[in-house]
């Protein structure tokens, strides 16, 4: 029986959406590795009273350990320490040594505002220095520093409080985790095994028949927890299940590949951005992009990675048919005959970009995001993509995509990639 | 007193990160704006029990309204409409007319794959088309309908079933607010007015004590629900109240004015992309932006908005030296005199691509991202802006943002934009 926990994140700002939270799926995954069961995650605003019955709520579903993010602020809407700590029982006291602590961090940060007020400043650092009694302080990776609040008994729940901004959390989640506290809450957890395939070119649908095939052959897949899901047009299928049902899970996996071995294109958890990546980095080649409707979104996820110096020379923004021209060396008649958005001229611009920059691999993008700009033969989501490579060869492809102009945009970069892929391994289009 | 509604996010994709949700926080803000108090958000795996357990939360904590999204789709680990038909004591049974609309919807989308199942296709309109007794059909916006579910008492809340892409979820919520059962949960509720002041160049802690001041000049704060949070680097003030307390609100807005009047850059809600897209258009002036380090991003962010050709020509990705000196004409002896992350380099790309593409306005960025590559001189974070505009005018600056490569680069947007705004403005550059 694994141990079993829920996750608050607090702060208005992530419930009205103005900030996405990051940290409750984040903490899900590595309490995941840990084997350690996650049920819930709630978002509440930043009033005790949704604080409370969330931590309520969580404590009557019986689970072993809480964890909390966001709160820890200098600011009077930053109640968590003070509200988890009454939640156990645990009223709080001003740790002196931590609030000289937190001056030192705070002193060097704030020079470059010399105005600042120095009382307001010395009540900021106080205010999250108080400790609930019995609680493990968990050093401040930023300012804030962390909690760890065991509860009174031994059946209730262990709190476990850490700060809002990813950077500080996950650092301090390390230091979380070797506490004696937090040990004696999750005990002797079992560890899962986790495994992901991925799939481009196919809807979720097929997968569902895939997945009613692989139960009928073997009742065995009962004991994989499976999920799908569709994510920037590609197919998730993750599967986690106790290390004794790998053969169950090996023969789940098998039924798959053998289902869509065509469009089955990571099987190893790799993205398609990793397996581009790996591919131009192994063969010594470069890449660069001439972007019209994604406006420079293939170049940022083509440079996301660090080390993406070494394949990705750069790129072109070709917004404006001028900037096709000027930049890309498109011919002005050809646009004039066929439209900017064409097979034609993303053909140009792949070659265009290749020529300027001297590189190996060359991409063209150009279509019609929307919500305006569609035509009956070309509608919105039309996008015409080429990648230009070898000995003058090119693997050019018109896609229609659904969604909103984000959507459209966003996935244009995934196809994007998968063409690039593909041609690099010698492969057709996809599927599409 | 208002109605209280609270929001559960099914989908073990998005309890585990693999998918950010969306959800919950546009949901979060549609009440708000109806007036309804929200208090939860819940993110819950593909299991039932889960799934009931974050009903009966919600249901214990007094809600009017529960709000679920996600769940809807083909695949058995959809099992939103039965659990919560089941929660509501009412049961469920196939509606044929549904499951043939469904059946009309689909047959054109799986078209493209011509070898799909049909029966596997069958059991999948079949799954969607079931109705708990009672409850009113939303009609599908992509293929799966949702539902507005009644409790079978009047004191207990009532459910409102939504699918989980974002496309189809939108569009049903106007449908599912102007339901008989809907407005029947939810009364009538307070409008709300909500206002945001956006500052940019100041630390959280310093509107903490601007905070502190406007409570003590007056205490009508206190009618006040204001939360602070930062976002993309700047810090946004976001205050809800009732319209009787409007006096209050421009009090506390005038004094955030005069302590902050310099940096403060918004009190009507727009961002700094809305401002600098209005500054463009309203002087037909044209904008070409040249990026080493975030590569692609401010394109990208630029072309975001439907419109933006209107000001936007195009840009160059310069993520090597050699993209650098072949698009954006920089002299490679000046990047060995100076270094690739310089104000003058940065100078150079903004002269550069605003030769190249004609613009009016030309933005350079270049910087060290990391996590490698920074020096002691140039530490990680260090990133050089310049904007060229006018007659061979630059507004030029030096920046060390901090956080992870994510952050530097998608903080080096905000930073470039807030740069354009002031040099558009006849404004120096921000105190950063």
Redesign the interface.
Known sequence: MSARAGIVVT????????????N???L??RL?ELGID??????????AR?LV??LR?FS??GMDLILTSGGL?????DLTAPVVGDFQGRPSALDEALSERIRLIVEP??A??PD??PA??EA?NRKQAMVPEGATVLEPVGTAPGLVVPPLSGTAPTVVVLPGP??ELKPMWAAAVETAAFRAATGAAVEYSQRMLRLFG????????T??VADGEDGRISAL???????RGEV?V?TRYEPADQAAYDHFAATVRERHGGILFSDDGRSVDEQVADLLGERGLTI??A?S????????R???R????EY?????????N??KI??AGVDPALIERVGAVSEEVAAGLADGVRS???ADVGVGITGI????GGTEEKPVGTVCFSVAFGEGEHLTRTVHL??????V?DRSTTVALHLVRRALLGLGAP?L
Chains 1, 2 share one sequence.
Do not use: Q
């Open positions: 702060g208005t700002e992530v419930l009205t959406g103005r900030v996405v939270d990051r409750g799926p984040w899900a995954e995941r996650i049920a819930h995650i709630a978002v509440v605003g930043d009033r949704d019955g969330a709520f009557g579903e602020g200098p600011t009077a809407d940060l704030l470059r505002w600042l007020d307001a400043i900021a990813p950077g196919i809807p979720e649908s097929e997968i569902a028949e997945l009613r927890e499976i999920t799908t899901c569709l994510r998730e993750v660069a992009v972007e409707c994604t406006g420079g979104l293939l170049g940022a083509l440079t996301e660090a080390g993406s110096s990705m020379v750069g790129g072109l923004v070709v917004y404006a001028a900037a000027a930049l300027a920059l001297g995001a929307g919500p305006g659904p969604g909103s102009r984000f959507d945009r599927p």
